[in-house]
């Protein structure tokens, strides 16, 4: 019996990698043109390290670049990167196909619904408010509510607790098998591998299912509870 599904954000409901790319592209040329005096390969190589040395979610990844380019941090360019940024962003953060009729099937089965993310609070709930997803989740957990990353068991028990709903009566979905699936197996949960959103080229997983398409959901669900 499933009485609740938790869902990883980034590449399980958002494909996060790609909205990342696209934003960053757009700050790029946008802070060439205010007056970088760089290429666009360049500018993107070096974004990179500061994401590969800082972590996905850094937040101050412009003031970094530019003060590395320039050995200081030029406003001007900078605020034309970080527009450029958000509308690009916003612009590119869309869900994955059939995930609004899986989340309102999944409602309509009364199935409790759960988001756990390793990203910052306030980046989380932006990205859900952003796709209108704030309204449809019972509860929420981001790495600030336990200050600990997936696998660790703290932050699914965390998420399970707020749902009051027992590890064996929930099912993890999620797209990195080394966190998600990992994670929320070792305390019970079943779990649901979203290879739709993999970006690691995962050849093996120990999930119970293999989701290529999200709305496969409903079928595991309506099997689990018949």
Same mark, same amino acid.
Request: net charge negative; aromatic share 14%; hydrophobic share 40%.
């Given at each position: 019996m499933i009485k609740a599904v938790v869902f990883d954000l980034d590449n399980t409901l958002v494909d996060f990698m790609k909205m990342k790319r696209l934003a960053i592209d757009a700050a790029i040329v946008a802070m060439i043109d205010a007056g970088l005096n760089t290429t666009e390969s360049e500018a993107a190589r070096l974004i990179d390290d500061v994401y590969k040395e800082q972590g996905i979610e850094y937040q101050q990844v412009f003031d970094v670049f530019l003060n590395r380019m320039l050995g200081k941090n030029d406003l001007r360019i900078l605020s034309a990167g970080i527009v450029a940024y958000r509308r690009a962003r916003e612009a590119a953060l869309i869900p994955y196909p059939h995930v609004?009729?899986?989340?309102?099937?999944?409602?309509?089965?009364?199935?409790?619904?759960g988001v756990l993310s390793d990203a910052p609070s306030r980046e989380a709930w932006l990205r859900l +408010?952003?796709?209108?997803?704030?309204?449809? *989740?019972?509860?929420?957990?981001?790495?600030? !509510?336990?200050? $600990?990353?997936?696998?660790?068991?703290?932050?699914?028990?965390?998420?399970l607790k707020k749902l009051e709903v027992?590890?064996?009566?929930?099912?993890?979905?999620?797209?990195?098998?080394?966190?998600?699936?990992?994670?929320?197996?070792?305390?019970?949960?079943?779990? +649901?591998?979203?290879?739709?959103?993999?970006? *690691?080229?995962?050849?093996?997983?120990?999930? !119970?299912?293999? $989701?290529?398409?999200?709305?496969?959901?409903?079928?595991i669900i309506k099997k689990e509870n018949q």
């Open positions: 609004y009729s899986t989340l309102n099937q999944l409602l309509k089965m009364g199935v409790k619904l +408010a952003y796709m209108n997803f704030h309204h449809i *989740f019972d509860q929420v957990v981001t790495f600030d !509510d336990t200050g $600990l990353r997936k696998p660790n068991p703290e932050p699914f028990r965390a998420i027992e590890p064996e009566f929930a099912l993890m979905v999620g797209d990195w098998a080394e966190r998600d699936i990992y994670g929320g197996a070792q305390i019970g949960m079943k779990t +649901a591998f979203a290879k739709y959103g993999d970006t *690691f080229a995962t050849k093996e997983h120990s999930a !119970d299912y293999e $989701l290529t398409d999200i709305s496969q959901l409903i079928g």
